[in-house]
């Protein structure tokens, strides 16, 4: 029998990374990521489901609430990833490693002595593809696997779209108000600010775009964006891009 003990603050966030990418009707002991969690941290897969319902009670963004009853180190877990979600990556990286040999919990010791042997090119990138497989699964999850447009439902045609791009602002890459899951030929649009959304996630489209495209991204879409189960897109973030979207048709083309 798993022994009792109190949550350290790497389970907690090893769960939290478990939560966010996980549908909330999953969670209970059935779920093959929280057997593999739980056996992986010495306890029952009761307890697994137990804590992402706790952590649940804590999501503001929810509709609907988990358990009401949330340990003090949960809610201290949950405010530090409101305020820089890159910190769960490590949890991450030890979910995805289920076979590498692990003390209760997972050791970020060990995860940063391998990640120091590395160069500092190949450091950056394993912490990008990291960072961009975990807001990928996020985001996903968030939209119940669909284009937020279309309804598209395959996984292979569908990407996690920043508002605010990867590259443009490292601060704002994994927060979950900053992506939305759309098909690859609105994903395109989008990234290039060639469509938008207003505050009420209708989309716009770019004054330069020819009519036949316009009539091509607007078949089979939805007026307004199908909202996320939680995390809605963030205003600030969606005024950014339309910024962006009004700067490059006010740019006059090279040559």
């Given amino acids: 029998m798993a022994e009792r003990r109190n949550w350290t603050e790497d389970e907690v966030t090893e769960a939290l990374s478990l939560y966010l990418r996980l549908p909330f009707g999953k969670f209970h002991s059935r779920t093959p990521q929280i ?14 489901a137990m804590k992402l319902s706790n952590l649940a009670a804590l999501d503001e963004t929810l509709p609907q609430k988990g358990l009401a009853k949330a340990s003090a180190m949960g809610r201290q877990v949950w405010a530090r990833f409101r305020r820089d979600p890159s910190f769960v990556l490590v949890a991450f990286e030890a979910q995805l490693q289920p076979s590498r040999p692990q003390m209760p919990g997972f050791s970020e010791q060990r995860q940063a002595d391998w990640i120091a042997k590395q160069s500092e090119v190949t450091r950056r990138a394993v912490v990008q593809r990291r960072g961009q497989s975990f807001f990928r699964e996020m985001i996903l999850n968030n939209y119940r696997s669909r284009c937020a447009l279309t309804g598209l439902d395959d996984a292979r045609l569908l990407t996690a779209s920043h508002i605010i791009g990867w590259q443009e602002d490292d601060t704002h890459r994994l927060y979950p108000e900053n992506g939305i899951c759309l098909n690859a030929l609105h994903d395109r649009a989008f990234d290039r600010h060639l469509i938008s959304f207003d505050d009420d996630y209708r989309m716009i489209l770019a004054d330069d775009l020819p009519s036949e495209t316009k ?7 939805s007026e307004r964006l199908q909202l996320p189960e939680r995390f809605l897109p963030g205003p600030a973030f969606l005024m950014h891009h339309r910024q962006r979207m009004v700067e490059r048709q006010n740019t006059p083309p090279l040559g």
């Fill in 35 to 48: 057997i593999r969690m739980a056996e992986r941290i010495k306890r029952t897969p009761s307890s697994v």
């Fill in 215 to 221: 009539r091509k991204l607007t078949a089979g879409a």
